[in-house]
């Protein structure tokens, strides 16, 4: 199956920091990715929908401004969070749209850490 | 707006026993796709198998299959001959069809622990 890769696998930063997450497909073109938001033993939760070359379209609730998505080619969408608390410490995952099979892949998530 | 409910929080099996994990889903579509996804200790989530809902025929994916009750709304997985390794956190899905915009709707999710 297609891969995603997604870097920084963890990362700890200090509060009031801005932290960037990239999502990036190896073997096949994303013209959407996902960007979902898991705390432990919970679900999923979808914070936005990246499209290639166009603002993401972010779910209720989420915080564009401090959830800065960017999806600059077919193969890449970063998350930036910024001015970061211990509030937004949690597990990010990005997935990618594979048209050729019709089936989201996921990233291996990021852990995120706010001090 | 869909939903999907998973009401089993935790279940647990012994080793090469069989395990049913329950889904329901609530829709007023008629075309969809429903999903059970793995997610273990590792967090990578896993895509175990796939029912297109226009298809009245069960999908399999050798130890793992579903019985889907349209009707009911239900879309249940079934673990044969269970293995240790399949002690993960599984999660019923929901799709509409709608090119690549279309969102995974999750449900909570059930722990399933294999027990040697």
């Known amino acids: 199956g297609a891969v995603v890769s997604q870097h920084p696998s963890r990362v700890i930063c200090k509060s009031g920091t801005s932290v960037k997450i990239e999502c990036r497909s190896l073997d096949f073109q994303a013209t959407t990715m996902f960007w979902y938001r898991q705390f432990p033993k919970q679900s999923l939760m979808l914070m936005a929908t990246?499209?290639?070359?166009?603002?993401?379209?972010?779910e209720q609730g989420v915080e564009k401004d401090k959830f800065l998505i960017n999806h600059a080619s077919l193969t890449l969408s970063t998350l930036t969070v910024t001015s970061a608390h211990p509030e937004d410490s949690s597990f990010y995952i990005c997935s990618a749209w594979d048209t050729r099979g019709y089936e989201q892949y996921f990233g291996p998530g990021t852990r995120l850490t706010v001090t | 707006a869909q939903t999907v409910t998973q009401s089993q929080p935790e279940m647990s099996v012994q080793e090469a026993e069989t395990v049913t994990l329950s889904c329901t889903y609530d829709t007023s579509e008629s075309n969809y796709y429903l999903f059970w996804y793995k997610q273990p200790p590792s967090r990578q989530m896993i895509l175990v198998i796939r029912?297109?809902?226009?298809?009245?025929q069960n999908a399999t994916e050798n130890r793992f299959s579903v019985n889907f009750q349209k009707a009911a709304k239900s879309f249940s997985l079934k673990i044969s001959d269970s293995q240790l390794g399949d002690t993960a956190m599984y999660f019923c899905?929901?799709?509409?069809?709608?090119?690549?915009?279309?969102?995974?709707?999750f449900g909570k999710g059930i722990t399933l622990s294999v027990r040697p």
């Open positions: 990246s499209n290639e070359g166009s603002k993401a379209t972010y």
């Open positions: 899905a929901f799709m509409k069809p709608g090119g690549t915009n279309s969102k995974l709707t």
């Open positions: 029912q297109e809902a226009y298809k009245q």
